[in-house]
């Protein structure tokens, strides 16, 4: 270790991002291949979005429904819903201090990621197969 460093970590730990019980590893990779693997997605999405625009409800319907369009927005949605679910526990995390209100806030998070993921991809589906 150098003279003027006052970690006590090691070099290796410092590269893989491994905190003092290692606790955040996982968490911190988890948001770094859901932001990967959103951009790709993103782009998708937003040239899906600009092609529909002005369109009329059947065209729209009709866009959405095509397999492409489908798939593209069944990998868009969980992934990002699973990111801001992580996103938002690490803000809960970070500013609640109460821990009862820090429970109730991480629960109400799961909960509402997984309703809004569960009626993204119904509708998909639902757009898909009728």
């Not at 006590?8 to 770094?32: D, E, Q």
């Not at 429904?65 to 938002?88: D, E, N, Q, R």
Request: proline content about 3%.
């Amino acid at each position: 270790m150098s003279g003027n460093s006052k970690s006590i970590r090691t070099p290796a730990a410092k590269v893989l991002y491994l905190g003092s019980a290692r606790s955040g590893t996982r968490h911190a990779w988890r948001m770094r291949a859901t932001s990967m693997a959103l951009i790709p997605l993103t782009i998708g999405f937003v040239w899906l979005l600009i092609t529909t625009v002005g369109k009329d409800h059947g065209v729209v319907r009709a866009t959405l429904g095509h397999p492409f369009a489908s798939i593209l927005l069944l990998l868009f949605i969980p992934a990002s819903v699973y990111h801001m679910m992580l996103g938002m526990q690490t803000i809960i995390e970070d500013y609640v201090h109460s821990e009862h209100v820090k429970s109730f806030a991480l629960l109400a998070n799961m909960f509402f990621s997984a309703v809004i993921g569960v009626a993204c991809v119904y509708a998909i589906l639902r757009l898909s197969f009728v």
